[in-house]
């Protein structure tokens, strides 16, 4: 097996873990490519998710030996039970967007990236009442070139032993993919429930996201932090 390098992601690797989502994880994920929308409209969600996982030292960078290619990345952010009720009692429930005026490829779009809204906003209902901080999974990619080498789970388990001692009570993911879904079932984590892409619909009733790797829904899937070995 090649040697690759596991460190953690800093500020100064924004533009790099930016690059790598552009070239390999917008091509490679499949609900995104199921979108059939431009790279253009998914680069500024990309750059929002980099920003939030670089505030804390959760996320992981990988590369090869010599450091001048990236081959995968996962980018960990913080939520906060607590945070998280009290920015909804200020701004109250978001308010539904018509998108009826839409092309259907952005119809797609918008409905993908409300159903991650959900997963966020349904997760403190659906996890264990004393799990009050979690590491949430924003991106788990590893380049198609180096995929199946082991990266993606040794990724998923590193940092977890710093995470428990900073009082974090678990992980939490939204999974779109098939792999990432396998990935995580074998690693212990639970189902907690999954948004069927088949009610994802236009207005005439027609599936707007259909993926092409045997995924049939997005999954909030959830570990508790004692659980990592």
Request: proline share 3%; with cysteine.
């Amino acid at each position: 097996m090649t040697n690759y390098v596991f460190e953690t992601a800093e500020q100064s690797d924004y533009y790099r873990i930016l690059k790598f989502l552009a070239d390999h994880f917008y091509h490679e994920e499949p609900s995104i490519r199921a979108t059939k929308v431009g790279i253009e409209e998914w680069l500024p969600i990309f750059a929002e998710m980099t920003e939030a996982s670089l505030r804390n030292q959760f996320s992981t960078i990988v590369t090869n030996e010599l450091g001048d290619t990236v081959v995968g990345v996962l980018l960990n952010s913080v939520w906060s039970r607590e945070e998280d009720e009290r920015k909804k009692k200020e701004t109250g429930k978001a308010a539904d967007h018509d998108i009826s005026g839409f092309s259907e490829t952005m119809q797609r779009f918008f409905f993908l990236v409300t159903v991650l809204q959900k997963c966020h906003d349904e997760f403190w209902s659906l996890a264990p009442p004393d799990v009050n901080t979690v590491i949430y999974r924003e991106i788990s990619s590893v380049g198609a070139p180096w995929q199946r080498q082991g990266i993606a789970s040794k990724m998923l388990s590193r940092n977890m032993k710093s995470a428990k001692a900073m009082g974090i009570d678990g992980v939490v993911s939204a999974t779109t993919s098939h792999a990432n879904q396998t990935l995580l079932a074998k690693n212990g984590f639970k189902c907690l429930k999954e948004f069927p892409y088949s009610k994802i619909v236009s207005d005439d009733g027609a599936q707007l996201v259909e993926t092409d790797d045997g995924s049939e829904g997005m999954r909030i899937n959830f570990k508790r932090i004692e659980d990592f070995e």
